[in-house]
């Protein structure tokens, strides 16, 4: 079985997108079937930094790609949606026939995989929320130099600040670093079109309607997404569990993967008895 993430560039939903795929002949030790894991993460973030995690789970297929404008998918013509985005990834489920999938959405990427939860129930098994929040209407913000410094796509758009900026973003009050040898600078219209996306959107109204597993992770030193964001979404989302963590930041998935992943693989392999009320 091939280790390597397979990357390609394909259109999908009127968009030209970079895909990667990892352990897609994955063979479950347990010679029990599981469904593959779509990966959303962070804003900014391309595919190559999910290696940590994707290399840790050997016998799941992983799904992600990277949005327009980041990492090496082209800029987009136009601003989009997160509901859209959620539309984009049903569209490549069809072009990869996988019929439903988990979903693991990261601080940004959270966004879309609430949004997807919501929009094809019938296509979504399990939901794991790290980092994230139920949107820019809703979300508590973080420390607020890292909010006006994000508001700045220059300060991401170039190999010079790119590290050192990400840097404080990700790592965000953790006290293990996250690594950046895998970053790309994503391009500024890019980096702008991901924040006015997150920016105009909110789960809220249909939070109480998630009727399926969903776990929601944290951690209590997280400067740029409270822990507070973490808590509404456990009270508004019926059934849901909340794993707390400390010291790992923001990217405390990256910064801490095999703590991370033993959690991950934990909830995703638990059997399902019957649908959430």
């Known amino acids: 079985m091939s280790r390597k993430a397979s990357y390609s560039m394909i259109g999908v939903a009127g968009r030209r997108l970079r895909i990667g795929q990892w352990h897609t002949d994955a063979a479950p030790e347990t010679g029990a079937e599981q469904p593959p894991l779509v990966i959303f993460s962070g804003i900014g973030m391309n595919m190559e930094m999910l290696e940590p995690l994707a290399q840790r789970m050997p016998s799941r297929r992983i799904v992600s790609f990277d949005l327009p404008g980041i990492g090496q998918s082209p800029d987009p013509f136009f601003p989009y949606t997160i509901p859209q985005i959620a539309l984009t ?18 601080s940004w990427g959270g966004a879309v995989v609430q949004q997807f939860a919501f929009q094809h129930r019938a296509r979504t098994g399990k939901l794991v929320l790290a980092a994230t929040s139920a949107g ?3 979300m508590i913000p973080g420390s607020p130099s890292m909010i006006s410094q994000m508001l700045d796509p220059m300060e991401y758009s170039f190999d010079k600040s790119l590290r050192r ?3 404080m973003l990700y790592n965000g009050g953790g006290a293990d670093r996250v690594s950046l040898n895998a970053a790309t600078a994503p391009s500024p219209l890019g980096w702008t079109y991901q924040l006015a996306a997150f920016a105009g959107w909110s789960s809220a109204p249909f939070l109480p309607l998630l009727n399926l597993p969903v776990l929601i992770m944290a951690d209590a030193d997280d400067q740029l997404i409270p822990p507070v964001n973490a808590h509404f979404l ?7 569990r909340l794993e707390m963590t400390e010291g790992g930041g923001h990217l405390f998935m990256l910064s801490r993967p095999d703590a991370f992943i033993a959690k991950l693989n934990g909830f995703l392999g638990e059997p399902v008895c019957a649908p959430v009320d």
């Not at 490549?92 to 999938?101: C, G, T, V």
């Open 136 to 138: 820019g209407g809703t």
């Open 89 to 106: 990834l049903a569209a490549l489920m069809d072009r990869l026939e996988i019929e439903s999938a988990d979903l693991l959405g990261m």
């Open 234 to 240: 456990h009270q508004a989302i019926p059934g849901s």
């Open 165 to 167: 900026n990400l840097a």
